[in-house]
C-alpha cells in the first residue's frame, strides 16, 4: 500500500487520510484524532509526526505510517466494539495500541486492549508515550494493558480476543495467536519475509471455529522475530 501525506496538524493529517478514504468509519477518525501521533515518534522527530511514513523509533524499529494505523482499525472496526477485548502484537511507539483501547472503552465500557512488545525499553518508552498523550488513565484503569512477552506466543492467560492486531511481518500466521481467537474473531497479520512480497493477510474465525484466511493487500513491516529472549 502505498499512500503519501503530508499535514501540520494531527487533526488535518487524519482529515486527508479519510479524504483519501483510508478510514471511513467515523469511530476510527475519532480515535485516530484523540491520539496525537507527535507523542509516538520521539522527540527527535516531532517535526515530521504528521508526515504520513513510518519514522525510526530505535531498535531498528518503526512507528507504521498513519495510512496503515488507518487501514489497521478501519479493517478491524467492527471487531473493536465497545466492551472487547482485543490485543495488539508488537505494540512498539503505542500508537496502535491507544486507538484500539479507546475504541473498545467508548461510553465508559469495560473493553480491553493487551499490547505485546519483546523489546523491554521500547516497551517503557511507550508507556512513557502514552502518559505524554494524556492517556495514563488507559493504564491506571487496567482499560490498556502493556506487557513485554513474545508475539509468537501471544498471551494465552488473557484470551480470547475479539480482534488481534499484529503489527510485524511473521513468516507464517502465528498459530498461538490463531488459537487465541475467539470464534467470531478477526486478527490482520503480516505475511511474509522481509526479502520477500509481505501480504496482509485477515484472519476470521467463524462461531463454529472453521478459520478462513484472505489477502488484503502487499504491505511492508518490520520482522515478527523468532529468536526473541523468550524463546
Ligand atoms: N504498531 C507499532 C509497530 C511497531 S514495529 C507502531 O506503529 O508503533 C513492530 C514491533 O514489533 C516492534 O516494536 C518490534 O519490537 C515488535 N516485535 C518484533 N518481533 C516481536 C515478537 N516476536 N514479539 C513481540 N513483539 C515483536
Redesign the pocket.
Same mark, same amino acid.
Given at each position: 500500500m502505498a499512500y503519501t501525506c503530508s499535514a501540520s496538524t494531527n487533526a488535518d493529517m487524519i482529515h486527508l487520510l479519510g479524504v483519501a478514504r483510508l478510514w471511513t468509519s467515523a469511530r476510527v477518525g475519532q480515535a485516530m484524532n484523540r491520539t496525537d501521533r507527535e507523542h +509516538?515518534v520521539g522527540r527527535d522527530n516531532a517535526s515530521v509526526a504528521y508526515v504520513d511514513r !513510518?519514522i525510526g #523509533?530505535g531498535? $531498528?524499529?518503526? #512507528?507504521?505510517a498513519p495510512h %496503515?494505523?488507518a487501514i %489497521?482499525l478501519q479493517e478491524l472496526e467492527p471487531w473493536l466494539t465497545p466492551g472487547a477485548n482485543v490485543l495488539?502484537?508488537? @505494540?512498539?511507539? $503505542? +500508537? =496502535? @495500541?491507544v486507538a484500539m483501547a479507546m475504541m473498545v472503552s467508548e461510553g465508559n465500557a469495560a473493553g480491553r486492549c493487551v499490547a =505485546?512488545? +519483546? #523489546?523491554e525499553p =521500547?516497551m517503557r518508552q @511507550?508507556m512513557l508515550n502514552i502518559r505524554a498523550d494524556g492517556k495514563q488513565s488507559l493504564m491506571d484503569n487496567g482499560t490498556l494493558v502493556l506487557l513485554t512477552?513474545?508475539?509468537? /506466543?501471544g498471551v494465552p492467560s488473557l484470551a480470547p480476543f475479539d480482534a488481534i492486531?499484529?503489527? /510485524?511481518a511473521a513468516v507464517e500466521i502465528p498459530q498461538a495467536l490463531v488459537s487465541q481467537l475467539k470464534p467470531g474473531g478477526k486478527m490482520v497479520v503480516p505475511v511474509g519475509a522481509q526479502d520477500q512480497g509481505q501480504v496482509l493477510t485477515e484472519v476470521v474465525k467463524d462461531h463454529m471455529g472453521k478459520v478462513t484466511t484472505r489477502s488484503l493487500m502487499g504491505v511492508r &513491516?518490520? !520482522? =515478527?522475530?523468532?529468536s526473541?529472549p &523468550?524463546e
Open positions: +509516538y !513510518p #523509533i531498535h $531498528g524499529v518503526t #512507528i507504521s %496503515m494505523h %489497521m495488539d502484537v508488537g @505494540s512498539g511507539s $503505542g +500508537y =496502535l @495500541s =505485546l512488545e +519483546y #523489546i =521500547l @511507550s512477552g513474545d508475539g509468537w /506466543a492486531h499484529v503489527g /510485524a &513491516f518490520v !520482522p =515478527l522475530v523468532r526473541s &523468550f
